[in-house]
């Protein structure tokens, strides 16, 4: 990306960029050499502190996730364990259940961000782009959605849910099918929101194009409008990725068990549990490194995918 | 053709909006309804009290406690998020040397932009477990671990972090102490849409102003600040959000979730603390119904103010 603050950034992408000109004299940039360079200075110095604020807890996690227990209360300073010990990310894994978190999260995020960016998109899609009685009416109602806090409802939510595994097991607490409907449930609002302004910027003419082709109204949505809403699609779909896989207040309230059976535990929600265990136990290194294998991964897929995810985030505020 | 629209609509609405009414309407509207009664939340009797619940409010110590810590971190969460993410935005972009081509960004900015990112990505869980590990108020905890090496902090009197109520500049030290957490997570990710929102800015406003002879500070303040008063404001409204909903760092950081001595009381933590320790569930739901009337008067009242005339370019 582009850094001369001249330069239209990749924001104004389809803009045509201005035609170059011959560069101003060099005489007219305001400032003296030396305080040009003193600024420069100035701004390394700052941003290289804050960088290594940020960075170094996160080093000090992973790295106190290699020491013993011995050595990280005697020298929690360090950033250099004598051995490693990886032993500590194999208990967290088995014992603190880690391995567990994982999959059941994996298994819900699955079924939950598809079904959020499908059945989102064609509410969205349905709202934006046709007229009918009560159209404002739900749109509005999905839109209030953004301002209630979660955990007003939680009772009522818990005893509904409860109620619904009374005739359908599947449904009850506990279930990784039950928690993939709320979660769809709750992303609806922000998805639909945005993904309502989105389509209503496509271009009819092609819409009606297919239509006097003899597209049905699903097939039109399918296999021409989904594909041309590709890029709002990309940034909502990070961002419920993101916000799925935050989601601790949710499993704490709904994958309880209720007949004894072991809990349907996500990360967010384990790692809680293992804070307060861990901590019973005084077992910091295998807190770490829970805490370490629940930071990497989302890590690791953001440095790889850094340029989608910082611009698809950064347009779901920006409209 | 008509009938097949209506077949089309229906259709696709209905698994959306079914799913939504069930796990969101419905419950919304249980909780409201539950606020005009007694319910304790476990047994099956209860009274309708019609609005005592709401007059209640008025009267409790923990709410009035809990508003202003939410006022608190309405106020502070935005401003420092917003004045940290301009500053780093404003060094990332001007703060390079000048040569022909104008004045540059500094160098390796591509790179402080991943950095910054980081705690946007990490969960909310994570950074609570984490930071209560830096917190620790004994050596083993990094701050603590690091001013003791340094000789800043006495080894038998460290800073208890969220253990301490004590108020300073008349709010509980522990707020505070939250305050510097939510700053830290949030402001690489508002850097990064302000730097964003800079780029965009045409380099001819810059030319004409670099021409008239404006320096750095000048073309910050007078241009750059100015035309990004939609992203700011954009910004703050989301902010003041993250602000109520702080929930999730008090719930797992402080000593019994709002402690100690409830001097870390926000809304959410009133309605937890009143609905599972307490057992007034009717009253919680009046509490909650209240936050949610605050909270949307606050959003209409934040898009009025932010609204103005844009600029377009």
Redo the contacts between chains.
Sequence with gaps: MSTVTHTPGQAGAGQAPPPDRTPGPRAAVGGSRAGARFFNGFSHLFLAVWAIMVVYPLVWVVMSALKTDSEVIRKPLSLFPKTLQWGNFARAWTEGHIGDFFLNTVLVLTGSVFLTMLLGSMAAYVLARYEFPGNRLIYYMFLSGLTLPIYLAAVPLFKGVYNMGVTLPFLGPNQHLMLILVYVAWSLAFTVFFMHSFFRTLPTAIAEAAMVDGASHSRLFFSVMLPMAKPGLISIGIFNVLGQWNQWYLPTLLMQSVAGEPKNQVISQGLIELSVNQGYRSDWSGLFAGVTMAMLPVLIVYIVFQRQVQSGLTAGVGK | MRH???R??T???A???G??L???????L??AG?SLTDWG?YSDRQQFVGLENYFRLFTDELIRKAFWHNVFFLVTVPLFTIALAL??AF????????D????????G??L???????????????IA??????YRAD????IN??LM?IGLVDENDPITFMYDPEPFLGVPAVLWWLLVIAV?SG???YM??FS?????????I??AA??D????L??FFRITLPLLRD?VS??WV?LGFIA??M??LVY?MTPSQGGPNHASEIF?SV??FN?FQKGQ?GY??AI??A??IF??LL?ALQLRITRRERIEY
């Design positions: 097949g629209v209506a089309f609509v259709g696709f609405l698994l959306p909006v799913l939504y069930f796990y969101v309407v419905w419950p919304f249980q909780a539950y939340g500053f780093l060094l990332l972009n001007v703060g390079g040397r000048e022909k081509a104008g004045i540059r960004g500094v160098f900015s591509g402080y932009k991943v950095i910054f990112f980081f705690p946007q990505v990490l969960s909310l869980v994570v477990v984490m930071w209560q590990q830096i050596g083993q905890g990094l671990g690091v090496k830290w402001a690489g990710f990064v849409l964003a929102a800079m780029q965009s800015i045409p380099k001819d810059y030319e670099i021409l002879g404006a320096g750095r000048h073309t992203t954009v910004a989301y109520l909903d929930f999730a797992i959410a309605i937890n609905a569930f919680a739901c909650a119904v936050l949610a909270t949307i959003a």
